[in-house]
């Protein structure tokens, strides 16, 4: 039953009485084993005859890579093994992996892959908007943030989903109805006598990759009929290690009017003289450095030297993440241009903003 499921270079062998022991050839990523795992458990789902009777059978997995867990047979087979019990204590019907000192369900990654497949289709994504401010109280913009329903947990959060949709290509179709939904929110408000406000969406450097990304965006403005000044996309950092592709499709971009932000800035490794080359407009100070802006001495000045060289550079300057008034003194203080954070607004659902923006 279980080399239905398996290549002609996997070895299955019955270890112990209800115990197998299967050893996969080539395995290109620990992603791989979730995969497998996966097919596996498929085959209990259904009941199988013992005896003339129909039976629900469990079972539990345990699995470790090499050379991620470990070089060695034996260490390998006890951490898959460890791994297993693990898995049955925790109900059976799982798969555990021995991720370098943390149990990680494999099956609950698939799964979420899955969700985020089949509400990618059923259109079951929404996104959420935050408030961005100047200095002196007025609204600035938003951004828009995606937002997952899940049956059991809420909603998901796209730290959890947006990496897994990286890797397994979802990044295009998802990035994408981002932009199209938040063009269409921007019209609709716009119709609604709204008064006209920046919209701010983020972009994965994988969607900057693909060559029919500018004609997707432009479409998306085209369908909606908003002003393209008033789409901003975020990038990170990352954009610089395929600099001379992406800046060529930024550079499009920005000739029909749409803007670029940097966003967590401070997090990666890319200078701002670097980034100034490309068509970018705003700085988003990454939250770490403004959540230890009043305790740390050195967030402090690390801060103060973005604000001044952005500006520098004819830059403006965003810091994300505030979340208290002695932040927002400091960044003043600093001459920062404009605020998003909790303390002047949460992620809101887009009627609750229409209320916020008023006529
Ligand atoms: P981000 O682009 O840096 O978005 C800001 C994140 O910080 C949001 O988290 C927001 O809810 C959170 N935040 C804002 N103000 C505060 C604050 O004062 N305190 C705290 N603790 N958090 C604050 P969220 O919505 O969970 O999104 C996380 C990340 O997921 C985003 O970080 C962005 O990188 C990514 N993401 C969200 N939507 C999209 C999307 O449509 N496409 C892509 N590629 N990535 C997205
Ligand atoms: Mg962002
Ligand atoms: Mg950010």
């Not at 005859?49 to 629900?56: A, R």
């Not at 008064?195 to 994988?206: F, L, Q, T």
């Amino acid at each position: 039953m279980l080399t239905r499921r398996l290549r002609g270079m996997d070895t299955v062998a019955r270890t112990g009485t209800d115990e197998f022991t299967i050893v996969l050839g080539e395995v290109e990523s620990v992603g791989a084993v979730g995969i497998v795992a996966k097919a596996l458990m498929e085959l209990f789902s259904s009941p199988v005859d013992v005896e003339q009777c129909p039976t629900l059978l469990r079972a539990s997995i345990g699995g470790a890579v090499y050379p991620d867990h470990g070089e060695r047979e034996i260490q390998l087979w006890q951490d898959a093994d460890a791994a297993m019990h693990r898995a049955k204590r925790d109900g059976g019907g799982r798969c555990v992996l021995a991720v370098q000192g943390a149990d990680t369900d494999v099956l609950e990654n698939v799964g979420v892959e899955d969700h985020v497949r089949t509400m990618l289709q059923r259109g079951g994504f929404r996104l959420h908007y935050q408030l961005q401010y100047h200095m002196n109280g007025q609204i600035r913009g938003m951004e828009a943030l995606l937002r997952l329903p899940h049956p059991t947990l809420g909603y998901l959060s796209p730290d959890r989903f947006i990496p897994l949709a990286e890797a397994s290509g979802l990044i295009h179709p998802l990035g994408q109805f981002a932009i199209e939904q938040a063009c269409r929110q921007l019209m609709l408000w716009s119709k609604a006598g709204t008064r006209p406000v920046r919209i701010a969406v983020n972009v994965s450097p994988m969607q900057l990759m693909r060559s029919d990304f500018v004609s997707e965006v432009e479409e998306a403005i085209l369908k909606s009929g908003i002003d393209p000044a008033m789409l901003e996309l975020e990038i990170t950092e990352q954009v610089v290690l395929n600099f001379d592709e992406i800046s060529k499709r930024m550079t499009e971009l920005a000739v029909v009017g749409i803007r670029f932000a940097v966003d967590d800035f401070g997090t990666g490794y890319a200078s701002l003289q670097h980034l100034h080359r490309l068509p970018i407009s705003t700085v988003k100070v990454d939250r770490s450095f403004i959540q230890r802006l009043c305790e740390s001495s050195r967030s402090y000045p690390i801060v103060r030297a973005i604000i001044e060289l952005a500006h520098s550079l004819g830059m403006q300057v965003i810091a994300e993440g505030v979340e208290d008034e002695d932040q927002l003194q400091v960044l003043r203080e600093l001459k920062c241009d404009c605020i998003q954070g909790f303390l002047l607004s949460r992620p809101m659902p887009p009627e609750e903003i229409q209320v916020l923006l008023g006529n």
